[in-house]
């Protein structure tokens, strides 16, 4: 007592204040080792769900175990953040009873003024239920291409051609395009000017298709041998004839489709074939910009 103003201790004793740190880092000690451990068994999903999946679709099984492991961790730390606090304060005399109950409340009135968030959430889940993509895969997002570098419940991360991230919400995505899964096919035009032999510029393109698909190099990024359909469509400058590769996905199939356009560009040349004189590029009408992969 000072000047007859009695002060209460704010701290508990040197021993309450012992035992509670003691607790405090038995519930921390605790924690880390249940994260520890299961972060090994996170860890080893890639390889279970490798060895689980047929020997074509390993490669993507262990590709949507990546993802898969580092959502879980993701959900593991937070999680295990929460218990320890919520344990420290029970140690340190708070009755968390009432935390709990208002945490409950508060999560129900946050759920109706975060719809969009719990949208997004439930999107995620269902993204990986349905293996819709995973880390790695080349998809198209409302019209906008990129490599998925990152995915978690709520939202997903897109690199595109030009090196730009783009963060979209789960819960945003309407219509997704996978270029990434089993097979692709590329459509590869070829102008050709107006008054030129046809027959003797198809021929020409079935040889060059025919060389490529028994290329040794080429073989292994090809599906099915070249196929060559035909006159595309007419114009007044000229004619354009496709071909068409199927072929593995990613980026196998565009270094494809740019190898058979320099074949056949410089077939045709030898062979007296010309483009038409606004001729810029022979590139396919839906062509864009690759893609990283």
């Known amino acids: ?67 898969i492991k580092y959502i879980l961790r993701n959900v593991t730390t937070v999680t295990l953040l929460v218990v320890v606090v919520i344990r420290a304060l029970d140690v340190m005399g708070w009755d968390v009873k009432p935390l709990l109950a208002g945490a409950g409340i508060l999560g129900v009135a946050l759920g109706f003024g975060a ?15 349905e293996d819709q993509f995973a880390v790695g895969d080349t998809i198209e ?30 819960g945003e995505m309407r219509i997704v395009v996978n270029r990434s899964r089993e097979w692709n096919r590329a459509a590869v035009d070829i102008p050709v000017r ?26 292994p990024s090809l599906l099915e041998p070249i196929v060559v359909l035909g006159i595309e469509r007419l114009a007044a400058d000229g004619a354009v004839m496709r071909l068409v590769l199927r072929t593995r996905p990613g980026e196998e199939g565009s270094a494809a489709a740019r190898e058979l356009r320099r074949r056949v560009h410089d077939a045709l040349a030898a062979g007296g074939i010309e483009y038409p004189a606004t001729a810029i590029s022979v590139a396919s009408p839906n062509a864009g910009p690759t893609p990283q992969t």
């Open 115 to 129: 719809q969009a968030l719990v949208r997004d959430w439930i999107a995620g889940i269902y993204i990986l239920i």
């Open 1 to 67: 007592m000072i000047l007859g103003i009695q002060f209460t201790p704010v701290l508990p004793p040197p021993d309450v204040l012992a035992q509670m740190g003691w607790r405090i880092g038995i519930a921390i000690v605790v924690a880390f080792l249940v994260q520890r451990a299961l972060f090994l068994i996170w860890g080893r999903l890639p390889g279970l769900l490798a060895r689980a999946a047929p020997e074509h679709a390993q490669a993507h099984a262990t590709q949507r175990g990546e993802t």
């Open 141 to 170: 997002v409302n019209g906008q291409p990129g490599t998925v570098e990152a995915l978690t419940v709520r939202a997903t991360q897109l690199r595109d051609f030009n090196g730009f991230l783009h963060f979209v919400p789960n």
């Open 194 to 219: 107006a008054g030129q032999n046809l027959d003797r510029a198809l021929e020409i393109c079935r040889e060059a298709a025919r060389t490529m698909s028994e290329d040794s190099n080429w073989a």
